[in-house]
């Protein structure tokens, strides 16, 4: 007996997210179909809201919702500090150390010529535009601790090395090789305050 075309449509799709190979995505695909209406109706319901109110800011690469950015739009942040990352779920990590108050600018991927990510694919445009437009004193590369994250860091501090701010790294409390959405906070919390100083504006 062949699979139903709609449990193969489903399968597929569920292979598309990161980590899922085929036998995770039957095992999810029967599971999601032996939920009773509720739950199911609950899932295709989150899913649809998902695709339709949340996009990404155009100033600062994160999440939002209905077109409302919740950190563009915080007005008790420091606006003479921007920390560049690497993606959204570096934000989340940060914000939890309750000790950087500044504004963010998410990447969404980093430089990697042997992936065949380059300059247009990250979301570079935006942060000179941000630079040239703003009042930023200090911009803190965080991306991550590894060689595509390194590459990406250089190439945004001699992109931005003739503007008047001082320009940052995150200290090597991180590992090399590491990412930082898995950094403790201790660890992360050094990092910030022992940053270095690739320019520094006086």
Do not use: W
């Not at 190439?155 to 990412?179: C, F, H, N, V």
């Amino acid at each position: 007996m062949e699979e139903l075309l709609s449990i193969s449509n489903l399968i597929e799709a569920l292979k598309k997210l990161p980590g899922v190979g085929r036998k995770s995505a039957e095992r999810m695909a029967y599971q999601i179909l032996q939920m009773d209406t509720t739950k199911r109706d609950f899932l295709i319901d989150a899913l649809q809201k998902a695709k339709n109110d949340i996009d990404t800011c155009p100033t600062c690469g994160s999440f939002r919702e209905n077109h409302i950015c919740p950190l563009c739009n915080d007005e008790t942040r420091d606006s003479s500090v921007l920390i560049v990352v690497s993606s959204f779920k570096d934000v989340l990590v940060i914000e939890k150390l309750n000790s950087y108050h500044g504004f963010y600018h998410i990447l969404n991927g980093n430089l990697s010529p042997s992936k065949g990510i380059g300059l247009r694919d990250i979301n570079l445009e935006s942060l000179i535009a941000r630079v040239k437009e703003g009042d930023f004193k200090e911009i803190i590369l965080a991306t991550d601790p590894t060689l595509d994250g390194e590459t990406t860091a250089l190439y945004i501090a001699k992109m931005l090395y003739s503007y008047p701010i001082t320009i940052s790294r995150l200290a090597y409390g991180l590992p090399m090789g590491g990412q930082l959405e898995y950094a403790d906070e201790l660890t992360l919390t050094k990092s910030l305050e022992g940053r270095k100083f690739i320019k520094k504006e006086i």
